[in-house]
């Protein structure tokens, strides 16, 4: 999995230590996932079956696609705070835009079910964009922007709901997001076809290059010739339809389309990104590095379930497991700026 | 005359390697009260090293470090400060935002016994302590407003402020005009007098032999020459820095020059009454094909703007560009970059990236040349490695960090990435800037050669020996406007000091 996002060693003969610290953030991840699936294997017989493996999978799909996006803006040292509103609300636009029973309360309008899905995609792609202005235009930081946005994406999901619930969406979207083939949920085959996609694009992409060296430093790519505020902007529109696609599925997925149904996904996907090591101060890290943050997430919360803990203890347990990360995390690059200054 | 001054710092021995590669070996060196010591060798002699095993910011090396006739041992550099040792760096730690009289107190303005903090009493006492020193700035003024020079001052202040007796000042003339030099070595003279001691490390040999009492030589992490100052000459310290008999690279540039006639080669570069706030005005000139024109000031002359107006990342207030006769707006860099413009700012910083490899540093300019969607990274590297032998840059590996190259082979990453798919015009700013003698020659053979291949150049220095060195043409900036051209005419460092 780390081996995704390895930079080659320049020489096998360096010292083995500074290239242990050199890899600590893709290191530390991993060790933490096999101590944690150890350790919930050990203390539940149910952890550690096929079925549950599947579990795990699916529970963490719709986190994943989120957070494929969010992968690229943090790696342009940037942050989306949208997400899970943007996810929630092109959640409700598509279900807006299908034909709901009589007895849904919605004023809607019905639409054939591709150009819902098309209307959904498109209206995420615009909140999207509409972050990317405000970050690169006007020069709003991306922080203080997707707040806003976070409130614009969740007022336009009440104005479109106004306190129901939704339950019919596209075909293809409720089979996404709720059936499975040969036994393996859709939504699970999207998840890892997204992930790959966006592993693809940060690696073997000239547009992948460049969010890597805006992420390293900025100044430099811009007296390089790089259109920064381009690639920026870029990531902050994957980010969105990312967010967007997951919330699609995610409301097929979940059965319903209605208000704050995302909430905890904004926190979930900035923790499956940085925990599994991605450099806050950008850069550093990718889609190898997602995948391990997200099955550290998925194993924590599926075996925390198993184990039979208290359930308020743990929301305790994953704060400060995001605590630990963000140590690691910049624990991790003053390591890396003290070998290779 | 220092002989006979006790010695407060006393190494023996000093010997530090990084990764198997010995930086000093069995260094020994003295440094007396009331002494200016100045360190001269070339990128990679080992100068900065040693330097930093005195502050205290490396603590794991061989020797013996005696400090007031007692040995001692430094874990941090909070450790030296506490002892008195404080450096400062090249580039500037200050608090551009905060006032002077904030900077002076940095981490220790004074407070009354409710923890507030007195701010007329800091702004009084900084006042009289920059003043006692010879500095007369008002200390309620923004910091970042002043011109570096001064900067320089104020931090030095808040060091010695801080209780420092030891001050180590790296490079700290390469950005001042000759009156702010001045106004330093009157600063360090009357911190001698006071008993102070200083290590003055600089490539300028001549600002080492004017202000030092006694200079040391470094080569390859050894020492290889320690005299008095009055005692030696600059010929003398080259030899022993170099090696071989090399004066005719360092020219002193005091006789005259003979630039060339005015080119007739097609204009490359017009730009016509370019205005920028306060820091440009009506600024006209032109660039041609086989030309190195050059454009000197003093610090602060408006001369970085300029060169970011040309390349796209400032936008001009007035005025316009036009390449090979087309009129040009730059929104971004992107746009100047298509447009045929490369451009080497004065920072390594600003143009590198210091955790990625060499071959990706070289390849990020030229990677829509390389690869439309997909990347190519065998190409990468072919071209890097081309560009890693045209250049000479060592070492020759293109997978290495570039954070492990020496500053003066970063800063042949940052040109080399220009030269794959050679620019119509190259904008170098501050090309030379702390390099060894050696480095410089290979700076000017690289230029010399771009000329040849009729690339049109613009060197942007407050360095007159870089300027003179490179340029066939120079344009004098003074206070954001052109004051003087020179072409095919006699040029010499006098005349360009006394135009600027």
Known sequence: MTGLVTDEPP??????????????????????????????????PSFATLDNVGNILTQVSVTGIIAVGLTFVILCAEIDLSIASVANVTGIAVAYFTLQDSYVNIANIAMPGWAAILLALGLCALLGLVNALGLTVIGIPSFIMTLAMMQIAAGVSALLVRGQIAYK?????????????????????????????????????????????????????????????????????????????????GVAHFGSAQQNEFDTYLLDSIAAVVVGGTSLFGGRGGIGNTIVGLFVLGVLNNGLDHVNIDSFLKILIRGLILLAALVINVYAQKLRASTAK | MSQDRSAVLELHGITKAFGGVEALQGIDFTLRAGEIHGLVGENGAGKSTLMKIIAGAHADFVGQFVLDGRETRFRSVRDALAAGIAMVHQELSVAPDLTVAENVFLGSQPVNRFGFVQWRRMAREAGEQLARLGIHVDPLQRMGDLPIGLQQLIEITRVLFSGARILILDEPTSALSPPEVERLFSLLGRLRQDGRSIVFISHFIDDILRVSDVVTVFRNGRKVAEAEAAKTSKAVLIEAMIGKGHEELEESYLHDIALPAASDRPTVLQASHLSVGRSLRDVSFEARAGEVLGIYGFMGCGQLDLARVLFGKLKPDRGELAVTGRKMVFGTTAAARRAGIAFVPESRRAMLFHQEPVYKNISISILDRVAAILLKPSREREIAKRQVENLQIRPAAVDLDLGMLSGGNQQKVGLAKWLSYPPKLLILCEPTRGMDVGAKNDVVNIVRDLRSRGLAIIVVSTEPETVLSLADRIVVLKRGAVVREFVGEMVSKDRLLEAA
Not at chain 1, 18 to 24: N, Y
Not at chain 1, 182 to 195: E, F, H
């Open chain 1, 169 to 249: 969406i596209p075909d293809l979207v409720a089979t996404l997001g709720s059936s499975s083939i040969g036994g393996i949920p859709w939504i699970v085959i999207v998840a890892a076809t997204m992930l790959l996609a966006g592993h693809v694009v940060l690696t073997y992409t000239r547009f992948g290059r460049y969010v890597y060296m805006v992420g390293g430093n900025r100044e430099a790519a811009e007296y390089s010739g790089l259109n920064v505020k381009l690639i920026l902007g870029s990531a902050m529109v994957i980010s969105a339809v990312c967010a967007g696609i997951g919330g699609m599925l």
């Open chain 1, 11 to 44: 020489k096998p003969s360096r010292r083995i230590g500074a290239l242990l610290r050199a890899q600590m953030r893709n290191i530390a991840p991993f060790l933490t996932l096999i101590f944690l699936t150890g350790f919930f294997a050990a203390a539940s």
